[in-house]
């Protein structure tokens, strides 16, 4: 994973059905949950050219690839992975070094396993050369079944929930677990905690809260779990110099392999389908929020009972599959559907029984969305990943504002990034790294198996200030001047 070319960060298979490496060849196609044939299978004719969309934006994306980065790397990855998430920061040997949470999802050959990374911290000064990161991995976990999904606790981001086909939520402590080789019969790591409370599969609806050490989570069996995990670890400081949380041994419940479990602080009911996604509000462990595939947008207060504060009936026209609270702002949350479109609610427009609009509308995807994130550099600003390849980043402050340069653009749409030629399965926009971004493909159904990893950020003569943009542009235009006049 050190170069470009020899970059194999394994990862994980895609969703839903076994997969091979990227070096063999499958026909079948993964979907965020199995539907029935009508609906699964497009007409041949239909995915070809959605297919030849896909090879087009990536063609002309390619060619502008050196005047929108100020930094961008590509890893092939062995298997695909349907999860990436930024870690704690670590200084190594005098340089910055970030941690890097990815999956491998295997077609059983080999286990599936939850990947540890490092990769160099993303710095760039003015006037200096940009340059991308590189890629090792640290450190291989055998996990219990395939990595649906992965969250760290943001109070110690070396703590880390992860998501499989199971009722169950196992918890890592990433820096305390072995290290392990993955091969074929080898046996799964145990977790550090296991928290129990699903009656059906939990796949892919988990969060970890930013204010107090409580996870949260959502399944098949149509419920909302909370649990506090505040009594089973003991908090070491902060990521960056912490050696990281020790799980303590509290004796309240043990699970199948004999290692500790934690039962629910509160299930709620509400959804009359999955939930496929759940999120916290940024400034109380109490109110959390949660999508499904019931169309419902559901908020939760859990000091006022089990059933949902608010809702809104209808929130898209199909499933919704993912949900985020805005960090800046209590009163926005973001929702992704297969209907294609990104809404953006504010919840003192919402009431108690099921009445709500969007204050915005964003259409610009030709496919399900399946993941979506606020910008933690830009309070109106967020991305969007769907199943047509795209990572696109919105800006609620351009909504109606458009040029006349652009009118086809879609409103509020001010960057897309196309270097995915496949379904962009999750991103994360870095904390600690401004405007930077890690994204990952399931490349099944574009070269037949295997995945993408990308980190990038977008040149900043996109999301500056346009005054102060024009200004450099002056200033560099000067330079230029001068130059040739010299010589």
């Known amino acids: 994973m050190e170069s470009e070319a020899a970059a194999t960060v394994q990862a994980t298979r895609p969703r839903r059905a076994p997969r091979t490496p990227v070096t063999a060849i499958l026909t079948d196609k993964r979907r965020r949950k199995p539907k029935s044939n009508n609906e699964s299978q497009l007409p041949f004719l239909l995915q070809q050219s959605q297919k030849a969309t896909v090879d087009d934006t990536y063609s002309q994306w390619k060619t502008l690839l050196p005047i929108l980065y100020d930094s961008f790397v590509n890893h092939t990855l062995v298997w695909p992975s349907l999860s990436c998430r930024w870690g704690p920061q670590l200084e190594q040997a005098g340089s910055k070094t970030q941690r890097l949470y990815l999956s491998e999802q ?193 908020l939760w207060d859990a000091r006022t009972g089990t059933s949902p504060a608010m809702k809104v009936e209808k929130a898209h026209d199909a499933d919704l599959h993912c949900v985020d609270w805005n960090p800046h702002d209590n009163n926005l949350i973001l929702t992704g559907s297969a209907d294609n479109t990104v809404r953006v609610f504010d919840r003192r427009n919402l009431t108690s029984n099921g009445v709500g609009s969007p204050v915005y509308k964003f259409e610009g995807h030709r496919a399900a969305v399946l993941c979506v994130q606020w910008s933690p550099d830009k309070s109106s600003v967020f991305g969007s990943s769907a199943e ?24 509020g749409l001010f960057f897309q990034h196309a270097g995915h030629r496949d379904k962009v399965v999750d991103f994360h926009w870095s904390l600690l790294n401004p405007w930077t971004i890690v994204s990952v493909s399931d490349n099944c159904e574009s070269i037949g198996g295997g995945g993408t990893l990308q980190i990038w950020r977008m040149s900043d003569l996109i999301y500056r200030p346009e005054d102060e943009v024009l200004t450099e542009l002056e200033k560099f235009k000067s330079h230029v001047f001068t130059c040739t006049s010299k010589s």
């Not at 949260?216 to 419920?223: R, T, V, Y």
């Not at 800006?395 to 409103?411: I, L, N, Q, W, Y």
Request: net charge negative; with cysteine.
């Open 388 to 411: 047509d390849g795209l990572l696109n980043i919105w800006d609620c402050d351009r909504v109606g504002k458009k040029s006349e340069r652009a009118t086809k653009t879609p409103d």
């Open 106 to 298: 295997t077609n059983g050959s080999v286990p599936n396993t939850l990947v540890i990374a490092n990769c160099e911290t993303v710095n760039r000064q003015l006037n200096e050369k940009a340059h991308s990161p590189f890629v090792k991995k640290y450190k291989t976990i055998i996990h219990p079944g395939e990595v649906n999904r992965i969250r760290e606790l943001p109070q110690n981001s070396k703590i880390v929930a992860t998501h499989t086909d199971s009722p169950d939520i196992p918890i890592w402590n990433t820096e305390t677990q072995p290290d392990r080789y993955a091969v074929l019969g080898a046996p799964d790591s145990r977790p550090d905690l296991l928290l129990i409370g699903h009656q059906d599969d939990a796949e892919f609806a988990l969060a970890m809260c930013p204010t107090e050490p409580f996870v949260l989570s959502g399944g098949k069996d149509k419920s909302v779990i909370l649990w506090n995990i505040q009594d089973h670890i003991t908090m070491a400081g902060s990521d960056s110099k912490s050696p990281g949380s020790s799980f303590k041994q509290t004796g309240e419940g043990s699970d199948k392999t004999g290692g500790p479990s934690v039962g629910p602080r509160g299930i709620y009911n509400g959804h009359k389908d999955t939930v496929e996604d759940v999120a916290f509000c940024p400034s109380s462990a109490q109110e959390f929020c949660s999508v499904g595939d019931d169309s419902c947008l559901m």
